[in-house]
């Protein structure tokens, strides 16, 4: 017996919630178009990748290590980007969909 969405019945279908983190913007859609075509491509219902708001982390230092001399600071930032999808399936179809080739500070 099969439900509305497609998904079988015979297991448990469970909700699992995949978050992907990075700072490279282009690896985490790839990762992420890469999981949501798998996920597809084995019928399974997916949502998603819902984009999170971006976390900017700043850092104010100064330049001089001895603090001698003029007050002269560096300002670094860094960006980290989130994605969130949601899978409704059984256990064991997610860990098939879940075994790609994810880049390397995914």
Known sequence: MADKKGVSMG??????RVTLTSRNVK???KVSRDLKQ???E???PVSGP?????KTLHITTRKSP?????????RLEMRIHKR???LHSPADVVKQITSI????GV
């Open 11 to 16: 297991g448990t279908t469970h909700r699992i």
């Open 27 to 29: 690896a985490l859609e």
């Open 38 to 40: 798998k996920a597809l």
């Open 42 to 44: 084995q019928k399974v």
């Open 50 to 54: 819902v984009r999170l708001p971006t």
């Open 66 to 74: 001895c603090g001698e001399g003029t007050n002269t600071w560096d």
């Open 84 to 86: 969130l999808i949601d």
């Open 101 to 104: 080739n994810i880049e390397p």
